[in-house]
């Protein structure tokens, strides 16, 4: 079963890695972050997404991954 990692490194935070079971899932938990750490929490599905992560991870101090990783079948 493929699994997919989120990475984020912002700032002079340690880097948060977190495990999703796809990309779609990921992509959400990306997106939360992003309204969490600009104030938007009120917001549940904020209209633009894409557009809110690409401009907070616009700075070079700030990226994020979304890796896909296999996994054994056990």
């Not at 917001?43 to 991954?65: C, K, L, P, V």
Request: no cysteine; hydrophobic share 45%; charged share 30%.
């Amino acid at each position: 079963m493929q699994r997919v990692i989120l990475v984020i490194r912002d700032g002079t935070d340690v880097p948060i890695a977190d495990v999703h079971p796809d990309e779609a899932t990921a992509r959400r938990a990306l997106a939360a972050y992003v309204r969490e750490r600009t104030g938007l929490l009120t917001t549940r599905h904020a209209a633009n997404d894409d557009g809110a992560i690409e401009a907070y991870f616009a700075s070079e101090s700030a990226d994020y991954a979304i890796v896909g990783v296999a996994g054994d079948e056990r």
